[in-house]
């Protein structure tokens, strides 16, 4: 997994991506940039809707989590994954489905 760190490519996915949504999360999708690659990559964003640091750390390392367990490789695309309030009371079965959902609806699933 890659993840992006730029806030300048954060914003790019912000702003030229598609959105899917979920009760739980939002995923933005956008394709990676030329000259980056194949290799897909994902930022996970928790803001400050969902409270103190504490909890915002806590739904990006349950999403963290929920992605390794699907163990998405979305070659070609870059994801940011945001948080919505739930996510991190979720179960990780609950997680599990919201980002399988995602994915496919997002043409991400193989």
């Known amino acids: 997994m890659s993840t ?6 954060i914003q790019a996915i912000f702003e030229g991506s598609r959105r899917i949504s979920h009760p739980l999360m939002v995923a933005l999708i956008a394709p990676t940039p030329e000259g980056r690659g194949p290799e897909g990559r994902v930022v996970f964003v928790a803001g400050r809707k969902i409270g103190p640091a504490v909890k915002r750390n806590r739904a990006k390392r349950v999403m963290r989590e929920a992605y390794r367990r699907l163990a998405g490789d979305w070659a070609g695309y870059d994801v ?16 599990d489905r ?7 609806r997002g043409g991400l699933a193989r």
């Open 98 to 104: 919201a980002l399988a959902d995602i994915a496919k």
């Open 80 to 95: 940011a994954l945001v948080a919505r309030p739930g996510v991190g009371e979720a179960s990780p079965e609950q997680l």
């Open 4 to 9: 992006i760190k730029s806030a300048r490519e």
